[in-house]
């Protein structure tokens, strides 16, 4: 069940836009398709909708390569935003969500539901050119998932939204997840990821450099930072093995290390020695996972 990337590689010419990506989104799962700029996520995006052919590998949905009877299970918003300008927001919205299967009652519906989640009622009669930029995305939105897509992709749905409407859109995305549909989202934004995610790809320059639940990515990786907040003076502790670099903050220190038994040791020596008002093991976020990976690629 679900969708499934297996393989999956575009060549350009000589460029390898896409190289041998594999990955798999179940319905209720939300699936983060993270990268650099030009790594790869829209071209791949654009072989799940059949805009563009795999060079090699397969795209399946619920076990069948995606013909246009399951593309209209699919709602997408593109990263190169298309909407009728001239045309009202009710009139393309019911006029999109009717092009994917949906009766002009059900839509309707569906747009008042909606309209007024988003917060953009009073756009309803307005041309789409008459609005702010954001709410136009937020209008895109909408087209995407006004006819309640099994599978949602969604390519850099949160730019250009402040942050209440990022918020709102977080919300909506989790309430669709909640009904069951597998939803495959990219985003630079490192923290919305972590936030929403089940499992996600880090891709540079179309290759996956990783692959996995947020938990076991974070575990994968050895740097740890130990929070101590403690009357015992650093200059005792800093002798300990294993400490790569301490950083003094003024209830105590922080310890970076790539040694996770580290924690304990610091705790006891501390704890004979003076009190201790916090102690805290951090895993690296994935900004730094992030950063570490992509940065290393274009070394
Ligand atoms: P961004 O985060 O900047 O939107 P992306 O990860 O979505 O980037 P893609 O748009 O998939 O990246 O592009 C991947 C690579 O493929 C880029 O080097 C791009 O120049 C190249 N590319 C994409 N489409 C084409 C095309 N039609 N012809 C030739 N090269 C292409």
């Not at 969500?97 to 009073?122: P, V």
Request: charged residues 30%; negative net charge; hydrophobic residues 35%.
């Amino acid at each position: 069940m679900g969708l499934r990337i297996e393989h999956v590689t575009k060549t350009f010419g000589a460029h390898r836009a896409v190289d041998g990506v594999s990955f798999a989104v179940e319905p209720g799962q939300l699936y983060g398709y993270l990268g650099a700029n030009g790594a790869g996520k829209t071209t791949t995006f654009r072989m799940i909708l059949g805009l563009l052919q795999p060079t090699e590998g397969t795209i399946t949905w619920n076990g069948r390569p995606i013909d246009d009877r399951a593309r209209k299970e699919i709602g997408y918003l593109p990263e190169e935003r298309g909407l009728y300008p001239k045309m009202t927001v009710e009139d393309q919205l019911i006029y999109f969500a009717q092009l994917r299967g949906m009766t002009k009652r059900g839509a309707k519906q569906s747009l008042a539901q909606w309209l007024e989640r988003f917060d953009i009622e009073s756009y309803r009669k307005k041309k789409v050119e008459e609005l702010s930029k954001g709410n136009q995305q937020k209008v895109q939105v909408l087209s995407a998932v006004l006819h309640e897509p099994e599978l949602l992709i969604l390519d850099e749905p949160f730019s250009g939204l402040d942050p209440v409407n990022v918020e709102l859109l977080k919300e909506a995305v989790r309430d669709i997840q909640k009904r069951g549909a597998a939803i495959v989202f990219s985003s630079h934004r490192m923290d919305h990821a972590e936030e929403l995610c089940d499992r996600l790809s880090i891709l540079t320059k179309g290759k996956q450099v990783v692959e996995g639940t947020l938990e076991s990515i974070q575990r994968a990786d050895p740097r740890r930072r130990i929070r101590l907040h403690t009357d015992v003076p650093v200059e005792r502790l800093e002798t300990i093995e294993g400490i790569e670099r301490i950083e003094r903050v003024p209830e105590g220190a922080i310890f970076h290390t790539m040694d996770e038994s580290l924690g304990q040791m610091l705790l006891r020596e501390a704890m004979k020695e003076g009190t201790v008002t916090h102690f805290e093991v951090e895993r690296a976020s994935l900004e730094q996972i992030f950063i570490e990976k992509v940065g290393e690629s274009h070394a």
